[in-house]
């Protein structure tokens, strides 16, 4: 069993920062990838910022420049520091890990809500 749990979401005002953080814990060998995906009301979940264990990063077009994700392959930990939000930004914010316990499966976690308003 393999748990996600995200912290570090709020309430910031346009052009402010926020940090999340997601920790993966329990019974498993690796965790290949670490990603941040958002979900807006009445929009698709959508992938915002991943990170291969190499540190290899790739990031959605919205988000260049203004996000950064880093990862802690020793303590299984990946964060999000982003700069610069802006009202289209507001979403739940969904912590993702592929692991490896008997094979490789997908792990969420329960979400951090952002909100980006004056």
């Known amino acids: 069993q393999v748990q996600v749990v995200e912290s570090g979401g709020g309430l910031v005002q346009p052009g402010g920062s926020l940090r999340l953080s997601c920790a993966a814990s329990?019974?498993?060998?690796?965790?290949?990838?670490m990603s941040w995906y958002r979900q807006a009301p009445g929009k698709q979940r959508e992938l915002v910022a991943g990170?291969?264990?190499?540190?290899?990063?790739n990031y959605a077009d919205s988000v260049k420049g203004r996000f950064t994700i880093s990862r802690d392959n020793a303590k299984n930990t990946v964060n999000l520091q982003m700069n610069s939000l802006k009202p289209e930004d507001t979403a739940v914010y969904y912590c993702?890990?592929?692991?490896?316990?008997?094979?490789?499966?997908?792990?969420w976690g329960q979400g951090t809500q952002v909100t980006v308003s004056s």
């Open positions: 993702y890990a592929r692991a490896f316990s008997s094979g490789w499966s997908d792990y």
């Open positions: 990170i291969v264990n190499s540190g290899s990063t």
């Open positions: 329990g019974s498993f060998f690796s965790i290949n990838a």
